[in-house]
């Protein structure tokens, strides 16, 4: 069975005003379970403004690389991650992406544990002690759109750790997260 993990990042919380900035999928690696094998998808064209507000191709390339995969685990990716990518899929005219089986890491969290707090961040503080997200700015969001590569970049680093992050979760908690 081939698992991957994957998160997006976005310029809005809306599809239908935002768009994708960057997304990650990473391949669950039985030799090192929480070290997922990372493939990094960016936008075709940042280095100008309308190749930054086209992310068609960035939208086909995760949702067939996310359609490869036996199981597909995402945080909060339920209502918000995959409905954005399909959401952004449909403004093309493209078929929304389908996945053979989704799981929700957040609805995991949610209904076996008892946290102050549902984030990804807060479950790993709790399972590890520490987490490996990186926290980001809204004026470093703005700044990606507007085009600073620097920005940019911080985004998709970001993104690589939520990542790192969602497969560490995912390997201290799979035994109770039933139905795989």
Known sequence: MRICFYDLETTALRASFGQLLCGVVGEYNSAQPELPVLSTFTLADFSTPVGRCNDKQLAEDIAGTLEEFDLVIGYNSVMFDKRFLDTR????????????????????????????????????????????????????????????????????????????????????????????
Not at 124 to 148: P, Q
Not at 163 to 180: C, I, M, Y
């Open 89 to 180: 899929l449909a403004k093309y005219g493209l078929p929304g992406c389908v996945l053979k089986r989704h799981k929700d890491l957040l609805y995991v969290m949610r209904s076996k544990f008892l946290l102050q707090s549902n984030s990804l961040e807060n479950a790993a503080r709790f399972l590890f002690g520490e987490t490996v997200k990186t926290k980001l700015s809204l004026d470093l969001w703005r700044l990606a759109h507007a085009g600073s590569l620097e920005a940019y970049t911080e985004v998709i680093e970001h993104c690589k750790m939520d990542v790192v992050e969602l497969a560490r979760v995912w390997e201290r908690v799979k035994s109770v997260a039933g139905d795989l």
